[in-house]
């Protein structure tokens, strides 16, 4: 296992399209999370699941996204009706949950930009 | 993360220490964490601290906390081009599933 992988690198869609992003996990993580982060800022927390479960959203995550993980293995994060305001880096990152000092281990990535 | 706070940048000489400070206001906090993040690539966790703990010394890494003033920092000794970066801080909180909460990042620059 390689680590957390995230497909695509780069999205590049026009306003108004919809757009998905799938992330794989370490293989052994129950956990998997997702982050937005945008130029300058640190990564902002979306979703998160454990197994197949989604258990927190945030209050970023409008109407607009949606994610999934339906076997409790890979995700994906789709944004309908994409805006340019959605342009930003979306980031995956997976750990094995319980303890608290668990490392999560960050994919590399996939940005988005929306023209 | 609007609740926790560093400063932008930071510039340093090489050979010389760095140290990157970051305030939080969430007293839940449970673990801190300094993470690096060079372009290109993915967030690298460099090290985290529990909550309870003063200080931890991992090679040329040193953590402070001061719990009392919600005040962490990283120093880095003999700082190297290398550690040219951005480094996060970010907290889990009780209750919180894990889930981080990010500063905003600092810029260190180490030059020659």
């Known amino acids: 296992d390689t680590g957390v992988s995230q497909d695509p690198r780069h999205k590049i869609t026009k306003r108004g399209q919809n757009v998905t992003f799938r992330c794989d996990p370490i293989?052994?993580?129950?956990?998997l999370y997702w982050y937005r982060q945008t130029l300058g800022q640190g990564p902002e927390f979306l979703t998160y699941?454990?197994?197949?479960?989604?258990?927190?959203k945030s209050r970023l995550l409008s109407d607009r996204f949606s994610a999934e993980r339906p076997k409790g293995s890979f995700s994906t994060l789709e944004i309908q009706r994409t805006e340019q305001g959605d342009s930003a880096m979306y980031l995956c990152?997976?750990?094995?949950?319980?303890?608290?000092?668990?490392?999560?281990?960050f994919g590399q990535g996939t940005r988005l930009t929306v023209v | 993360g609007e609740d926790v706070e560093q400063s932008l940048f930071l510039s340093v000489r090489e050979g010389d220490s760095s140290v990157i400070n970051c305030t939080y206001t969430?007293?839940?906090?449970?673990?801190l964490y300094w993470y690096k993040q060079e372009p290109g690539a993915g967030l690298q966790l460099l090290t985290y601290?529990?909550?309870?703990?003063d200080m931890k010394q991992d090679q040329r890494l040193t953590v402070l906390l001061n719990k009392k003033d919600k005040h962490l920092s990283l120093r880095i000794a003999d700082t190297q081009t290398g550690d040219s970066a951005i480094y996060f801080c970010?907290?889990?909180?009780?209750?919180?599933?894990?889930?981080?909460?990010f500063g905003t990042g600092t810029q260190l620059k180490v030059e020659l």
């Open positions: 990152a997976s750990r094995q949950g319980g303890a608290e000092n668990t490392e999560a281990f």
């Open positions: 293989s052994e993580h129950n956990r």
């Open positions: 699941f454990q197994n197949e479960a989604q258990l927190e």
């Open positions: 969430d007293s839940s906090s449970t673990y």
């Open positions: 601290i529990f909550s309870n703990m």
């Open positions: 970010a907290e889990t909180r009780t209750g919180g599933g894990n889930k981080l909460t």
